[in-house]
């Protein structure tokens, strides 16, 4: 369950940063966006498990950031490129929070460098 709570909250600092971000002058510059997005949304992840003095999650082999990637590039193009704003934000959250928990249960991982 604590899976759960975490993808909600990596999604729902995702899609603020990128909507900060779209509010303020870097609305047209995706790439930026994007990155702010997902910036906000580990950070907020990383900050939590620094508290409770935790390996930070983003730092395993775990798909973390991806995920918010993908979330942040959806909010942005349903919500920018198509003017969706309040289905992007149900879509994105739906379709994130899924991937994340089906990530958990299959235990997806992203290949190691070698």
Not at 74 to 84: A, E, N, P, R
Not at 97 to 113: G, H, N, Q, T, Y
Request: net charge positive; glycine share 10%.
């Amino acid at each position: 369950i604590n899976i759960f709570f975490d993808a909600l909250g990596l999604v729902s600092f995702s899609i603020a940063g990128v909507e900060i971000s779209c509010q303020s002058a870097f609305g047209g510059n995706a790439l930026l966006a994007i990155t702010l997005g997902v910036i906000t949304g580990v950070g907020g992840g990383i900050l939590r498990d620094v508290l409770v003095n935790e390996k930070p999650y983003v730092l395993t082999k775990h798909i973390y950031a991806v995920v918010s990637i993908l979330g942040c590039g959806f909010y942005y193009f349903i919500s920018v490129c198509l003017g969706y704003k309040v289905m992007a934000t149900f879509v994105v959250i739906i379709l994130t929070v899924l991937i994340r928990l089906l990530a958990a249960k299959f235990r997806w991982s992203l290949p190691k460098a070698s």
